[in-house]
């Protein structure tokens, strides 16, 4: 089974900065897309942004709440995917989740357990 482990969580003051990463194992067959989410308690899941793997496009796109503040890239070499997160604001504080979507007609999604963001006004 594909197991995805998010890491680069904590604490960071409004306007300040950081790096999330997401790393997957196991076998990685399909055609695939990342993606972070993030969710607060009492909230639905939402995403945030995504970007293909399973080709060299690197496609990439963005929630319209972290669009010019938040870059997302990938290392393939290291089954790695990360989040850049800069100017942050409070209401960005929530658990982020790594999500690998495989497409196609039997599309599968697998998630990670998520990494806590705390961002203090």
């Known amino acids: 089974q594909v197991q995805l482990v998010e890491s680069g969580g904590g604490s960071v003051q409004a306007g300040g900065s950081l790096r999330l990463s997401c790393v997957a194992s196991?076998?990685?067959?399909?055609?695939?897309?990342m993606h972070w989410y993030r969710q607060t308690p009492g909230k639905e899941r939402e995403w945030v942004a995504g970007?293909?793997?399973?080709?060299?496009?690197?496609?990439?796109a963005f929630a319209e709440s972290v669009k010019g503040r938040f870059t997302i890239s990938r290392d393939n070499a290291r089954n790695m995917v990360s989040l850049q997160m800069n100017s942050l604001k409070p209401e960005d504080t929530a658990v982020y989740y790594c999500?690998?979507?495989?497409?196609?007609?039997?599309?599968?999604?697998?998630w990670g357990n998520g990494t806590l963001v705390t961002v203090s006004a």
């Open positions: 970007i293909t793997t399973g080709d060299n496009t690197n496609n990439t």
């Open positions: 999500n690998l979507h495989c497409r196609g007609p039997n599309s599968y999604d697998y």
């Open positions: 196991g076998d990685i067959t399909c055609f695939s897309e």
